[in-house]
C-alpha cells in the first residue's frame, strides 16, 4: 500500500498522532480511536494491521500487551517526496511574516504620531507600552 494510501485514512492518521506521543498498548490506542470514531475493536485492529504492515509502526509483545509505536522510515519517505512542493507554502509564508511585520511597524508609527504611544516606567521599575486610553 503507497504511504498516501495509509495516510489518508483519518482513523490511521488519528493512530500515528497518538502513537507520536510515545509508545501506546493496542488497548490505549483502541480506546481512544474506538470513542473519537465510533468503530468496532476489529475494525480499529485492522487500522493497526494496516500501519504495521505497510511500515509505519512496529509492535512487540510485553507479556500479553502489544505495544506499537511509530517507525519514522515511511514518513522520511513522505517528507523527501515533499520536498519539491514545499517552496508552494515556504515563499507565502515568507511573505506572511513580512506582511505582518510591515502592519506591526505601521501601527507602531501610528500610535507614535497620535501621542499615545510610548514606554513608561511601572511600579515595578519595568518599562510598560503606554496605551492612548490611560
Not at 127 to 133: A, G, I, L, P, V
Request: some cysteine; overall charge negative.
Amino acid at each position: 500500500m503507497h504511504a498516501f494510501d495509509v495516510l489518508g485514512d483519518p482513523v490511521r492518521r488519528r493512530i500515528l498522532e497518538l502513537l507520536a506521543e510515545g509508545e501506546q498498548t493496542s488497548g490505549a490506542v483502541t480506546a481512544v480511536v474506538r470513542q473519537e470514531f465510533a468503530i468496532s475493536q476489529p475494525a480499529v485492529s485492522q487500522h493497526l494491521r494496516v500501519l504495521r504492515e505497510s511500515g509505519f509502526t512496529t509492535v512487540r509483545a510485553e507479556g500479553a500487551r502489544r505495544l506499537y509505536a511509530v517507525d519514522a522510515a515511511p514518513l522520511r519517505e513522505v517528507d523527501v517526496w515533499l520536498e519539491r512542493f514545499r517552496g508552494f507554502w515556504e515563499q507565502r509564508l515568507d511573505a506572511l511574516g513580512t506582511e505582518l511585520a510591515r502592519g506591526e511597524r505601521s501601527r507602531r508609527l501610528r500610535g507614535g504620531a497620535q501621542g499615545g504611544g510610548g514606554t513608561r516606567q511601572c511600579a515595578a521599575g519595568t518599562e510598560d507600552e503606554e496605551s492612548s486610553d490611560d
